[in-house]
Structures are given as C-alpha cells and as structure tokens.
C-alpha cells in the first residue's frame, strides 16, 4: 500500500504503517474524505477511493470504520452508507437506569452525565451501549435523547413472575430494570404466579412496546438464605458457569511448576518474599521484598502471579475472563473471573512453592522517590503466608518471631513510612470510611455487621501495590504500547459547584477554581478533621467525586494524585491487571509496538467492557448485601435504635443505625407535624412553619416500621 496515492495523502500514514501491517486510511483521513465529498459512502466506494485491493487491507478498513461506529464518529445510514455525524452533539456511553423510570448515560469519554428522560428510557436496559444526541445544555446537568442503541448487553432478567388478567409478566427484581419482562402465551413454561424465575429476553424494548422473554429458570416460591446471591447473579447477568472448554483447559495445565517453566526466567527463589493477606483469603496474587542498602537507599520487590503465562490471547480461558471482567464478591461467596486450578493453586504465591510470578524492582532513595526499577519474568519461593493480624502484632512486638522474618518487615515498615510521607507531599486524597464485614450464622443468616479494622499491615500493602502499580503506568507509557490506565477525572463542573455552594454555608472554601488539584482537597480535608460536623463535610465531598474508569487515554488518577496510574497487581481478579501484563511481557522483550496482540481501539473496547463489568458487579454484590441486611432486620420491627442521617432527599431521609451498619428511610409523609422543603444545597430538610431540620450526619433516633424483603427496603419512622 506504500506505493499508492493515498499514502502520500494521508497525514497519518505513517504513524497507521508503524502500527500495522497492512495500514489502512486513519480516522483523520476517513472524517476528511467525508467532509470533502459531503455525502454518505458506501464500503465498497471507500475501498475504492482509497485503493484498497488486498483482502486483509479490506479487513482493516472494516474494522477501523466498524470502530468509528462504535466511538460514535460515524453512522451508518438505512443504505448501509457511512457519514458523518455531529461530534459536538452526539455522546456515545452506557446507560444508568433510575428505579423512578428516568435515566443517565454514562459516556465512555468522561464528562458529564447526560440525563435522560422516562419516554427515552422505555427502550433500554441498564448497561445497553447507546448513542445520545444532547438536545438541552440549560441547568447544571445536560439533557439528551438517543439516537441509536450500539450494543444490548441484557439477555437475561431475573424477577417475580405474576399473571393478571390473562397476562404473563416477570416483574425484575433489579431496580435497575424499569420495564416490566412480558411473558407471550405458551413461554411461561412451568412457572406459577408468584415465583421467582429467569426469563431470556426474545424481544428487546422499544420506545412502543415492552421487552418479552421466555421462561427459562424457575428459582424458587420465596428468597431464601443463599438464594439472594443466586438472583442477583442472574439478576444482573453475572457469568457464573464456566463453559466446558474452559474447563478443558484448565485441567490441561500441569498442578506443579516445573523446570521447563522456571527457563529463561529471573531466579529470585533465595529473596525472603512474603505474602500478606487476610485470614480467610484463599488466593494469594502478591508477594513482598525488602532491604535497605549500604548508601540508604531501598530495594523493594512486589512480585505478582504471572497469569499471562497460563492464559494465553484468545484461548477459551482467555475470552471467558475478558467476558467476567473481574470476580465478583459476595458477602460468602466469590463468582471468580478464572477456574480454582488457576486462582487458588498454580497462580496463588503459596508459601514453600515455586511460583511463576512477574516482579516490579524499584530502587528508592532514603526520601523513598523512585531512582530506577526493572521488570522481570520471574520465579519465586514464598517464605511465609501471613496475616494482616500477625504482621501487626509482629511490628508491635507483641508476637516473637525469626529474626529474618522480623527484619524483613521491619524493613517493609520503614520503608512504608517514607511511601506515606511521599503520599501526602503529593496531595492524595484520603477518606475516612468504615468498611464493614458480615458475621454469618450456622443458618447462613446474619448474626452481626461489625466494622473491617485496617490496621498498619494492611497499609504497607497498600503503599506497595501503588508504588508498583504507579512504576508499571510509567513504564509502559513510555513504552508506546496500547494499555489499559485506571483514569480518575477530575470531578464534573455541576458537582463541584455544589460543593461550593455547600462548603459557603460553613465558611469553608475549595481552592483551584474549576480545576481544583487533588491538593486542594487534601488541604480543605486537614481543615475540617477535627470539627464536630467533619463527617458531614467529607461525605459531601467524596459523593462530589467520579467514579475511576479504564481508558487507553492516560488522563491520570486524581484521587490518588497521580499523573500516570495503571493496575498491575491483581490478575487473578482483573481482566485490565492480565492486559498490563501481556503488554509488560511484550515491552521487557524489546518487541515493536506494532506487533502487540491488540490495536489501541481493541483495548478501549475490552477497557469499556472492563468499566461496565466493574459497575455491574457493585450492583449484583449490593443487591445480595441489601436483601441479607432486609432479612436481618425484619425480626427487628418495633424496635428503636440510634443512628445518623446519611443521606437527604427530596421524599426523606435516609438514616444509617449506629453499631448496626444498616440503613434504611425516613418517608417524608412520616415527617410528623410539618410540611419540609428540600435544599439540595445544603444537603438538608427544613420544615416550612416550624425551625425542624434534618441535616445530613445529624444524630437520630428511629424506629422501625417495616421491611419489605422483594423491594429490599427498611422504612423508618422518627422514635416518640
């Protein structure tokens, strides 16, 4: 293709002929193609136009204008024509529904949500790729209208199934599913009235007509302990079952490492490298090593479970794991992105075995700032399994252990400390939140909901995953190959304006303007940490934040402060973690840029797969958490309780019980002797004839008046 015309039209030939190939007109040229002839072309007329005469120069012209599609640069007319569309007006993403009927959509870009009205929800589901024309910028928040539906990405609903007046229908149990599942006569299949099933969508909603499905799985009469997490796997389409060839493969990779595998790898069997988990964790993906060295510098080794070296590019175990995304965690029990052969033996950095790993080296000066690193295709022998607890009680003093041992941490910890040091000159934002951990009974019912406790060793792994995770983005950077970085933008213009309009009533400012830097935050943070109303203004602060994202467009991490961030550490649960290392492997190799396995636009895609994934689970695991914190609590009705307000609504309040990590609402009708106003702003309820207010993190006291198990809602009244 060098030698014809369109080489020396296309100012970016040579930039598409270093990355493939058989280069086909880059996008630049395609738009300008368009924009000159002024009309729609068909495929066959771009083939020509851009003398295109080889079979695979074909393939990639189709799949490069397949991409534009998708990235919403191009349509695709009723004449099967590509043309051009208005980028300034059409926002390509993924879509959010409200329980209410209204929606969002999510645009795979960044920026702002674009809401979306009821009558333009009524023809898709939750996490269906769309194209969204914005037709109303007036407010804070833009308005839009779709255009075209990219991808359905809902083929199965769960719910409970009713019949009335003659018609069959399947009521989802995801709050997420706006539309009633209609059910045609003769696909109800054994299914009564009242039970729960999952239905496999036949026909997809539409502006006109509701989505009809067939009855395909028949859960059960009633939720029982352990069903929850059954319907919300199918409730939210969670991949659960791995296909036969999956498991084919899996059995087909040998239980041990051996010698032939231990080849051409770095020998770091002698390195006294740890692992450090939780108590009941059953995979171990990262080891740790550290030494102080004679001129006060530091060498700190993570080394990670190299599941690239098992799961290969387009393997069944490979497009099952890019499918799941990532594993998914229940609170007692794990949908796990790979087979147990993989995740709880050969890829799991057991102690007193040689484990295959790749491994992150950093040398530190004394102020802990990265001088050099180098990446390796390793073999390591874990030294000991540990514990979060043990490690703390270790460094305390409070538990004798080996000498070795002992050093080594107290190595970890030193070292650890100067990272933190590093972290707070930087301005990383840092939220005081309480996780929680569900105590079950013999029963599989909650017995309590106690607070998770993080305590130094938990930090040391932390600072030691980002410190690599950090090494890895940089380096790759440079490097030029297509990656997969873990974006956290900066937080949206509406959102920060209430943030500013919230912090004036309190005297507080945010400084930055419209841009503020992660800095700013970490500054305004120190300022309020000793005030009694503290907790109120972090949580107004952190719900003005985005969610992280994963992007080939390296826009850096604001919350952690980072210019270039990527994750690295965890394949085993992470389908991104598995792409950074192909592209490590491919880098340490010195091969061309142009000869890794995917194209940046495949990699946009599998990051905007990854980011959907990511979302669904937190919704599938939520869902199960809800329903099993419902169950808890409805043996509880009459009950008072103390607690907080965690959230402020136009219809009430919602109130989290102290002690208790449950939350549930304060209806406004249940708002006794007023009628309240909602201030958005001020995050608050105030009465109109009275000087009531309920302000987010005010103390309460509630009772509680009902549980509703299928809606997973707790309702509150205010305790006499």
């Known amino acids: 293709m060098k030698d014809k015309k369109n080489s020396k039209r296309d100012p970016y030939f040579s930039r598409e002929a270093e990355t493939y190939e058989y280069p086909v007109p ?33 393939d990639g012209l189709k799949r490069r204008l397949s991409a534009m599609l998708r990235d919403g640069q191009l349509v695709l007319n009723r004449r099967d024509h590509y043309g051009l569309v208005d980028r300034m007006s059409l926002v390509a993403g993924f879509i959010q529904a409200h329980r209410d009927g209204f929606g969002w959509l999510i645009p795979e870009a960044g920026g702002q949500d674009i809401f979306l009205h009821a009558r333009q929800m009524r023809q ?97 009469d009633q939720l029982t302990p352990g069903m929850e997490v059954e319907l919300a796997i199918r409730a939210h389409n969670l991949p659960h079952q791995f296909p036969s060839g999956v498991i084919t493969e899996a059995t087909q990779i040998p239980n041990v490492v051996s010698a032939v595998d231990c080849e051409n790898r770095r020998d770091l069997r002698d390195l006294f490298f740890v692992t450090i988990d939780g108590e009941d964790a059953k995979d171990f993906d990262d080891a740790i090593y550290c030494e102080s060295l004679a001129n006060g510098h530091w060498r700190a080794f993570v080394a990670i479970a190299d599941v690239a070296h098992y799961v290969k590019p387009d393997s069944a175990l490979d497009n099952e794991a890019k499918l799941r995304g990532n594993s998914v965690y229940f609170p007692a029990r794990v949908i796990p ?9 050969l890829c799991s950095l057991r102690p007193n075995c040689d484990r295959l790993t790749m491994v992150c080296e950093i040398e530190l000066n004394g102020d802990a700032e990265v001088i050099s690193y180098r990446f390796d295709d390793a073999v390591i022998h874990s030294k000991a399994r540990l514990t979060y607890t043990k ?76 410190l690599a995770n950090e090494t890895t983005s940089k380096y790759l950077e440079k490097s030029g190959i297509p990656v997969l970085y873990r974006v956290h933008d900066l937080p949206q213009p509406d959102r920060l304006m209430g943030l500013r309009d919230f912090l004036k009533a309190f005297s507080l400012r945010l400084g930055g303007g419209d841009s503020p830097t992660p800095k700013e935050y970490a500054k305004l943070l120190e300022r309020v940490a000793k005030r009694p109303d503290a907790h109120l203004i972090q949580t107004v602060m952190l719900r003005s934040l985005r969610q992280a994202i994963y992007s080939t467009d390296n826009r850096g991490h604001f919350g952690l402060s980072y210019e270039s961030y990527c994750h690295f550490t965890s394949p085993i649960r992470r389908y991104p973690d598995l792409l950074i290392h192909r592209a490590l492997k491919h880098a340490i190799k010195n091969r061309k840029k142009s000869k890794f396995s995917l194209d940046a636009e495949k990699v946009e895609m ?14 599938a695991s939520r869902d199960a958490t809800d329903w099993l914190k419902c169950d808890y609590m409805q043996h509880k009705v009459g009950k008072t309780f103390d607690g907080f307000i965690a959230d402020v609504t136009g219809f009430g ?32 309820l105030r009465g109109k004839s009275g000087n009531t207010v309920y302000r987010l993190g005010d103390p309460i006291r509630v009772m509680v008046a009902r549980v509703n198990l299928d809606d997973r809602q707790i309702d509150f009244v205010i305790a006499e």
């Open 26 to 58: 880059s996008r630049e040229f395609i738009l300008e193609y368009l924009r000159e002839r002024k009309k729609p072309a068909s495929f066959e007329h771009l083939i020509d136009a851009f003398g295109l005469k080889l079979e695979p120069e074909h």
């Open 124 to 220: 898709v589901f939750t996490d269906d790729r769309v194209l969204v024309r914005v037709i109303s910028k007036a407010g804070r928040r833009p308005e839009g209208a779709i255009v075209e539906i990219l991808e359905r990405n809902t083929l199965h609903v769960a719910g409970r199934f009713h019949v009335e007046n003659g018609v069959a229908f399947v009521d989802p149990d995801s709050k997420s599913i706006i539309q009633e599942i209609i059910v045609p006569k003769g696909s109800e299949g054994a299914a009564k009235s009242g039970q729960f099933v999952v239905v496999h969508i036949i026909s997809q909603p539409t502006t006109r007509r509701q989505p009809m499905g067939e009855v395909v799985e028949i859960l059960g």
């Open 337 to 345: 992105m790979l087979p147990e052969k993989l995740s709880n033996e």
């Open 391 to 466: 490690v703390a009680a270790i460094l305390e003093g409070k538990i004798a252990e080996n000498k070795v041992l002992t050093g080594h941490l107290k190595n970890c910890h030193r070292l650890f400390k100067k990272l933190l040091q590093q972290r707070k000159l930087r301005g990383a934002i840092e939220f005081e939140t309480t996780e929680t951990q569900i105590i079950f009974s013999d029963d599989g019912k909650i017995d309590r909901i106690v607070p998770r406790k993080r305590n130094v060793a938990h930090q040391i792994i932390e600072e030691f995953m980002l």
């Open 606 to 619: 599998v990051g905007e797969h990854c980011s959907m994934t990511e979302r669904r689970a937190d919704r």
């Open 653 to 684: 309040l919602f109130v989290e019980l102290k002690d208790i990590y449950v939350q549930g609402l304060v209806h406004v009708t249940a708002l006794k002797n007023d009628y309240y106003q909602f201030d958005s702003v001020h995050h608050l």
